[in-house]
């Protein structure tokens, strides 16, 4: 698998938040290549920059330098407007909580990332694809109140992915769960992976869910190590 | 699919749902009432000038003929006007404010039943004393009058003698003599009406007049109806535009605070979307759609609230007011309603549209 093509191509990126008169230096120079297929899990301690490296990945919130390359698309060069259509096509986000919309049923939750991204007439069979990986068929019409912590992080991983995006960025998807929810959870991130070929970058603080990627990476200050 | 996360929305937090459209039901109500009864009491009127049966109204010179006017014309007109060409019939009357809306008007019994047919007597029959009194039935339902009850009108004390069927001269008249001595205007009338022997030259015969009589002023039946109409009330526009000004206001507040509070609860939601990239102007969709239906809910609301308003005045007070169903007014009060709603969602748009995403998802 790691001689597909450049997914991400990360060279010397470096974020500095300004608070008030105070500069904090979130990245000090993350230079990493993923390639199409991989499933990579970043560990690191509090504070060394892994949720802020997703963002600026994303798309959510521009480098301060460095460069890098989404599929081949540079981010530095990317406007307001091209950062949004990257979030649509390019990339999948699931967050540690609170993915869902509330007022809106599991499916109409899926439904919605496919109606912004303007696929909802598509072709329905990666649609349903998704939805039998996910193993929740049956609860597909409630909404997230009614679902477990882990069901509603599968479906957050379905709506993250029927787009077909390039990377899946997933911020401890499993932070919030307890080991059930976090198994059912990594076993869909590794089918996914394994099945679909979907490229994962997975943010998480536990080992044993580290273990579930196919190579692990450790920031500390800011940095790769 | 963005209306079901819109209708969604607003089912989620149904009190305040209901509440804003309650109040924009209430503002579109406001609106439509005020226009119903303008229009409804402007046509009784004019369908009470037309239930005369006389062809040409003659006023004092200097009288406006939305505003009452006192008795000035000398009574001798009356045999002036009968003794020209064309001219069949002529009828005096005399009107007096009694307060409000309502006036009273004098007439001679016989002369009025010459140029228009006669009342319609529902109950009771003709005066037959000084101070009998006729009433029509809507005065009478809301009085609770029957022939032989009392009224007490201008301080004394009047026998209703006959009720009569609505739409003819007036709701409420009393022989023309005792109304003449009671408002010090003996001799002396407020209007005189006249019919031709062919309505057809009803112009040429106004013009003759005119030529005779150059300051009275004088008006065909069709001219004086199609002038009872909102923009010759004197301040009527004027007063529909305030509370249509006012409604605007209305509308503006009860949206602002509404969007604005369900913007405030929903920064992660929004933040969500953002991340799936959706654009600023696929949040700012979703708040105007919301505020777009909660504004038609609204003015299908006020739209049904206005036959209650019309109900309560037919049941109690049909004679002081009356309301008219305009269904023409309907698109133009709920473009109003929307209007008004769509710049209170502006600014809570505007916020959520511009949220930062990554802000937005660490709310908690
Ligand atoms: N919007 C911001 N404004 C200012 N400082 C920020 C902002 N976002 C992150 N930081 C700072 O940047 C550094 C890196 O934060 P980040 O959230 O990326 O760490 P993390 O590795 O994800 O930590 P955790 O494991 O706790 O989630 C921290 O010192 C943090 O305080
Ligand atoms: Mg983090």
């Known amino acids: 698998m790691s001689n597909g093509e450049l997914v991400i191509q990360a060279r010397d990126v470096r974020k500095v938040f300004r608070v008030g008169d105070v500069e904090v230096h979130a990245l000090r120079g993350v230079s990493l290549d993923v390639r199409r297929g991989e499933f990579v899990s970043v560990i690191g301690p509090s504070g060394s920059g892994k949720s802020t490296f997703f963002h600026i990945l994303g798309g959510l919130t521009p480098p301060t330098s460095g460069s890098i390359h989404i599929h081949g698309k540079d981010l530095r060069a990317m406007s307001e407007a091209d950062r949004t259509e990257l979030r649509k096509k390019e990339v999948g986000f699931v967050f540690q909580k609170y993915n869902l919309l509330p007022t809106l049923t599991a499916a109409d939750n899926i439904a919605i990332a496919r109606h912004i991204a303007g696929t909802e007439d598509g072709d329905d069979r990666q649609f349903r694809e998704v939805l039998g990986l996910l193993g929740i068929s049956g609860r597909l019409g409630h909404k997230p109140a009614a679902l477990s912590g882990g069901e509603q992080q599968r479906v957050a991983i379905a709506r993250a992915i029927v787009n077909r995006p390039s990377i899946l960025l997933a911020d401890e998807p499993t ?8 198994a059912a959870v990594l076993a869909l991130l590794r089918d996914l992976n394994a099945r679909l070929g979907q490229t994962i970058l997975m943010i998480t603080h536990n080992p044993e869910a580290a273990a579930y990627g196919s190579r692990t990476v450790e920031m500390r200050d800011g940095r790769i190590v | 699919m963005i209306n079901k996360l819109v209708v969604a929305n607003l089912k989620h937090r149904p009190v305040r749902t209901l509440l804003s459209v309650l109040a924009i039901g209430v503002e579109v109500t406001m609106m439509l009432t005020l226009v119903g009864l303008s229009e409804g009491m402007l046509e009784d009127s004019a369908r009470r000038a037309r239930g005369v049966g006389a062809d040409i109204i003659v006023r004092a010179p200097g009288t406006s003929l939305m505003s009452l006017s006192s008795a000035s014309m000398p009574q001798k007109l009356m045999d002036f006007f009968a003794g020209q060409p064309h001219v069949a019939l002529a009828a005096g009357t005399v009107v007096h404010p009694i307060g409000g809306v ?16 006669g009342f319609k007597y529902i109950s009771g029959g003709p005066f037959r004393r000084p101070d009998d009194i006729i009433v029509d039935d809507f005065y009478a339902v809301q009085n609770k009058l029957s022939v032989g009850s009392t009224v007490n009108l201008m301080n004394r004390n009047w026998r209703v003698c006959g009720i009569v069927e609505p739409g003819k001269l007036a709701r409420i008249v009393i022989p023309r003599a ?7 205007a003996t001799g002396k009338l407020s209007q005189i009406f006249l019919k031709l022997d062919t309505p057809a030259h009803t112009n040429q015969v106004i013009a003759a007049l005119k030529e005779k009589l ?45 969007m604005y509070t369900a913007v405030l609860e929903r920064t992660r939601e929004v933040g969500i979307l953002k991340a799936l990239g959706a654009s600023p102007g696929y949040v700012l969709g979703i708040v105007f759609r919301e505020t777009v239906l909660l504004a038609l809910a609204g003015s299908l609301l006020g739209i049904v609230l206005t036959y209650g308003s019309r109900w309560l005045i037919m049941t109690l007070v049909p004679a002081s007011l009356t309301q008219k169903i305009v ?3 309907w698109p133009i009060a709920g473009a109003i309603a929307v209007f008004g709603a769509l710049i209170g969602a502006m600014y809570p748009a505007w916020k959520a549209a511009r949220q930062d995403a990554i802000e937005a998802l660490s709310y908690e």
Do not use: H, K
């Not at chain 2, 005792?178 to 010090?184: E, I, V």
């Not at chain 2, 109409?229 to 949206?255: D, E, K, R, Y």
């Open chain 1, 175 to 182: 932070g919030n769960l307890d080991t059930e929810n976090s």
């Open chain 2, 102 to 117: 309502n006036t009273v008007t004098g007439i001679d019994l016989d002369e009025f039943n010459r140029i228009s047919g």
């Open chain 2, 178 to 184: 005792t109304l003449q001595d009671l408002a010090g």
């Open chain 2, 214 to 258: 150059p300051d009275y002023q004088m008006y065909s039946i069709e001219e004086l109806t199609s002038l009872y109409s909102v923009s010759n009330v004197p301040g009527l526009s004027a007063f529909i535009g305030v509370i249509i000004g006012l409604s605007i206001v209305v509308g503006f507040l009860v949206v602002f605070l509404s």
């Open chain 2, 327 to 329: 269904p023409a007014w």
